[in-house]
């Protein structure tokens, strides 16, 4: 990195401000640099350069939930189901399907001819078994289905069935819910991988295959259009539709510093930027080649993420000295920087102008922030300055940001803060260990949630609170479990928002994690690209270049 945007714990409100001013000023003069190292300019129309959020340090959409990772998987590997920008569920390796009116039995027929990157068509027992390694790792939807299974059949190589013991009508949207994990279908010899150890073997069913040969984490991972891929006829839609790839190749070039990735941008060296920094848009907007957009109406949620298993955060009562101490203004001004559109605060867990959003049991996150009760809540928890493990992810803005608002939180409030700088890709290894933290575990990470993914509670990992099978954190809520419950038994709207109400006011009294806000990100690409549509993932399918 060109500099090292680490904050010190003090006083925040003057650290943003130094380092928004900071970067502005840095940027400008990186650009007139001509920013090294310098990048190869981006002007062939058969190569699309793309700066992703963050480095692609493995590539196993079922194994990690990092977005950075299934956004490499989209390409790769294709889905049974895909939603599109309602979230409504649309076929896609699926011909079509046909259920019993009680939704206990689902029978899916796939697509004539397709196949896998290695030449191998694609069969039922490669779904089965896709579907098998998938639900071990998905808890809020995949494992549910699991355990109301009796049976998961091949009919024939085209042709597979679910027995339920249960009715599950959300069927098609588990299928193909862009949260993570997403159900990606690999060849069967893969999807028989250990669900917990990651895959080696990246041979895909989608639109573009995965070159490991040039793959260099930290540095490029590079994609090539699979020419034998059959796309839909329809139009793409998100995850639905025809994914008609028009490059030859799609560099995704790794470019931590904010610096260097806005003046790649203006210098023509890449053609799109995932997550620009917000600092730096209004020096974008200027340029007349590039283009800077919202990248997803339905923006994101910020997290704290508490570990349920050790002290000092197995206490509900410590839990909710974060919540009556923490600011989510600090954390917008944080991550967002000074354009207040596009952040709000959340006093709840769903996404705001969505149907199911409430601020239900949401008090401890309004009012004034009370230090002194957090200390007293801490101390009756039983802290003793024991130190508090931060899983700092330096190389990714919006994680980077919220952990420097958390280390001085927590000192204001008398917390030893074990700050541990890392890389977004370490995070998400150290964030899988269920080690106390003193041994290589940890107490806290930062991450985001796309508001997709929180509209209700079948795609929101985050919310769940079946202890072992949860989320990162491991929360443990028998009354959170029961609401989940009741929002999937509602037989109407107005009977799942008051089921999601009951739900997120459990959610907050348990603390099952603490959202830092609501937020929007802009995208912005060179204007000789088209076809950049918003969405919680970058589509790159009808994308053009000239």
Known sequence: MVWDLHITVGNMDDK???????????????????????????????????????????????????????????????????????????????????VSADFKTWTFKLRPGLKFHDGEPVLAKDATASILRWMARDATMGGPIKRQMDALEVLDDRTFRFRL???????????????????????????????????????????????????????????ERVDAYAPRAEKANWLSGGKRINFERIEWQIVPDVGTAAAALQNGEVDWW??????????????????????DPLGNVGSFRINHLYPPFNDVRARRAIQIALSQEDYMAAVVGDDESLWKTLPGFFTPDTPLYTEAGGEALKGKRDYELAKKLLAESGYKNEPVVL?????????????????????????????????????????AKKDPPSQGGWNIFHTWHAGADCVNPAPYIALDASGDTAWFGWPKSDLVQEKIAAWYAAPNLAAEQAAVAELNAAAMEHAVFVPTGFFKQYQ???????????????????????
Request: contains cysteine.
């Open 165 to 223: 013991n249960k009715p599950y009508p959300k069927m098609l949207f588990a299928l193909g819910k862009s949260s993570t994990p997403s159900l990606f279908i690999m060849p069967e010899r893969i999807a028989a991988t250990d669900p917990f150890k990651q895959i080696s073997d990246y041979v895909g069913s989608g639109p573009m295959r995965f070159n490991k040969n040039e793959w260099v984490p930290g540095a490029k991972a590079i994609f």
């Open 524 to 546: 912005a690409w060179r204007k000789n690209i088209s076809g950049v549509v918003k969405a919680p993932f970058p589509v790159f399918w009808d994308v053009t270049k000239t």
């Open 274 to 295: 995932e997550t620009p920094s917000s600092d730096l848009v209004p020096l974008l907007k200027k340029h007349a080649n590039i283009a800077v957009d919202i990248a």
């Open 391 to 431: 899983l700092v992810a330096t190389d990714l803005g919006i994680v980077k940001s919220q952990c420097d608002v958390t280390a001085d939180l927590l000192k204001r409030i008398g917390i030893n803060v074990d700050y541990q700088a890392l890389d977004w890709g370490t995070v998400g290894q150290r964030r």
């Open 16 to 98: 943003r401000m130094d380092r928004r001013g900071f970067l502005k000023t840095a940027t400008v003069a990186a650009t007139s640099a001509l920013a090294a190292p310098r990048l190869s300019l981006a002007a062939d129309s058969n190569t699309l350069r793309f700066i992703p959020q963050a480095n692609l340090a493995n590539l196993d959409p079922i194994w990690t939930t990092q977005y950075v990772v299934r956004n490499g998987a989209l390409l790769i590997w294709d889905m049974l189901y895909g939603v599109d920008d309602k979230l409504q569920p649309q076929p896609q390796m699926c011909e079509g399907h046909e």
